[in-house]
């Protein structure tokens, strides 16, 4: 697998959070600001007594809210399908 860098897609991933935002799924009455980079959504599928760390993750961008401080998560790949990771 290639490296994906964010910075390359900074300009695709922008385009396809406004068109989310433009269909009125979030709101903030100042806007947001992009995450410069990816985040990783950790799940799991059992919860046990201890904390666990690493495992499988869905790789993400995020926005916040600039009012709110309220941060939301897209699924890259939802984002941009074409890309291969």
Known sequence: MNPINFDQLKSQIEKAI???????????PLGFILLDGFINVIYQKEIGNAFQIGGPTVPAVAVVGKSTGLIHTFALKVLLPHIEF
């Open 18 to 28: 406004e068109t989310r935002l433009a269909n009125g799924l979030i709101n903030d």
